[in-house]
């Protein structure tokens, strides 16, 4: 009796990961020659959003261009980056929020799901929450599944992390 094979399709980021990254930005700050004695900081509130307090918006550039390379040198996608409006804030600083985001939004699940069901493969796709199952009795079909969502993951916009294959 063939039995059924899944997978979860998820969007998270590692926080630890994202804490180190924010560390080694705040130490190049402190490093750098152009933004030392700026007042500039990096700050993470409760894994929801970082905020990008400085002197002007080209230092706000340079941090964030600083925090960017060091998240894709720790694998973290700089899509969970939701940027807002830049701000001022006291003493003539400037200040931006990047929301960070996490989890599949329903609109974001059905059109994972239409793609999935698109492909034609003898797989079924299901909304679970902020995540999306997929199963099948063919692992070569979730295989395919898998490799046709990392050719169009352009197309999202969130990182996508496929988790629970069985």
């Not at 933004?35 to 918006?57: F, H, M, R, Y």
């Not at 830049?86 to 793609?115: W, Y």
């Amino acid at each position: 009796m063939a039995k059924d094979c899944s997978f979860d399709i998820v969007s998270e980021f590692d926080k630890q990961e994202l804490v180190n990254a924010i560390d080694q930005t705040k130490r190049e700050i402190n490093g750098r020659f152009d933004l030392k004695g700026s007042n500039s900081d990096v700050i993470l509130e409760a894994d929801k959003s970082i905020t990008i307090v400085t002197n002007d918006e080209m230092k706000l550039k340079n941090i964030l261009d600083i925090l960017q390379s060091k998240m894709i040198k720790r694998n973290l996608s700089i899509k969970i980056l939701d940027a807002q409006q830049v701000e001022n804030a006291l003493g003539g600083n400037v200040r931006q929020v990047f929301n960070l985001k996490k989890g599949l939004s329903q609109e974001l699940a059905k059109k994972i799901t239409a793609d999935i069901k698109n492909t034609k493969l003898k797989v079924q796709a299901s909304i679970q929450g902020e995540q999306v199952r997929v199963s099948g009795k063919d692992k070569d079909d979730l295989q395919a599944v898998i490799k046709m969502l990392k050719s169009n993951e352009s197309n999202y916009d969130v990182p996508l992390q496929f988790q629970n294959y069985r």
